[in-house]
């Protein structure tokens, strides 16, 4: 479930209700969200195999699997998955994807509350979902999941600098007239200012898992203009907002892009692919 770094949706509440309200948003329009979020790049499939043994005949957990977009391509490679996701409309197209594929079962669960079955699994794979866990919960769970060796591999993403930058400076001006929380004059890091030493304290503070391995890779991701506010309008974040403040915002990405880009535009990712042995 990624970009979802403009979180709009801030008020009193805990965050332990902020992160629950935004979390549910991505089951409002299934259908949506399988057709515009992309996949992962090949290499990160390599490596999953490699680093986190998430390869031919391996018995793999997924947690929070959306409608499929790592599932599909870790079940062609061989793998034996039982996907747990929360949003039933997202969990039905993730088992409309995989109709004919064995192998995998798609469980509607939560994560949290979702009995282990006593077999533990070579691999827990979830795909810019982890965040989403309660964070008291994911790390000794995920452990619990796994055989002795077996490995947590989660995978972030996160929107960086590069693509069409100027866009991506200009259209600031969008969120701070919309969204009263998009802080004055945001920029984008680049690749190598992001810091992800934060998921592998959290591994570290459990003292269950090994040390983290870390894998990045960068992605380009060409968009039309209805492509793009498509993309847009499956994060949290945006559909959190008012439909007034929602409809503004995107009419006026849209007439950006339209306006000075002809129609275009291109947005880089970075991928983190972080994997942990189980002690």
């Known amino acids: ?110 994560f949290e509350k979702w009995p282990l079955p006593e077999e533990p699994f070579d691999a827990v794979v979830s795909a810019t979902a982890f965040h989403w866990i309660d964070p008291a919960v994911r790390m000794v769970k995920a452990a619990d999941a796994l055989r002795p060796g077996g490995s947590l591999a989660v995978v972030r993403t996160q929107h960086v600098r590069g693509g069409t930058e100027e866009f991506f400076v200009e259209v600031q001006h969008c969120y701070e007239r919309f969204d009263p929380e998009t802080p004055p004059g945001l920029r984008l890091p680049s690749a190598a200012d992001v810091d992800s030493r934060d998921h592998a304290e959290e591994v570290a503070r459990g003292g269950r898992f090994g040390p983290t391995v870390l894998r990045r890779y960068e992605q380009d991701l060409t968009y039309t203009t209805s492509d793009y506010l498509d993309v847009l309008r499956t994060y949290s974040g945006h559909r959190a907002l008012a439909e007034a403040a929602r409809n503004g915002l995107l009419g006026c990405v849209a007439g950006l892009i339209d306006g000075r880009y002809g129609g275009r535009v291109t947005k880089r990712c970075l991928i983190e692919l972080a994997v942990s042995r189980r002690r």
């Open 1 to 110: 479930m990624p970009d979802d770094s403009r979180r709009a949706a801030r008020d009193d509440r805990p965050e332990e209700s902020r992160r629950d309200l935004l979390r549910w948003t991505f089951d409002e329009d299934a259908e949506l969200y399988d057709r515009a979020r992309p996949g992962y790049p090949p290499e990160l499939y390599d490596d999953l195999a490699d680093l986190a043994g998430a390869g031919p005949g391996s018995r793999v957990l997924e947690v929070g699997c959306g409608t499929g977009q790592a599932t599909v391509p870790l079940a062609r490679r061989g793998c034996r998955i039982t996907a747990v996701e929360a949003g039933p409309r997202l969990a039905a197209v993730a088992r409309r994807n995989l109709a004919g594929v064995a192998a995998v079962e798609v469980v509607t669960a939560e």
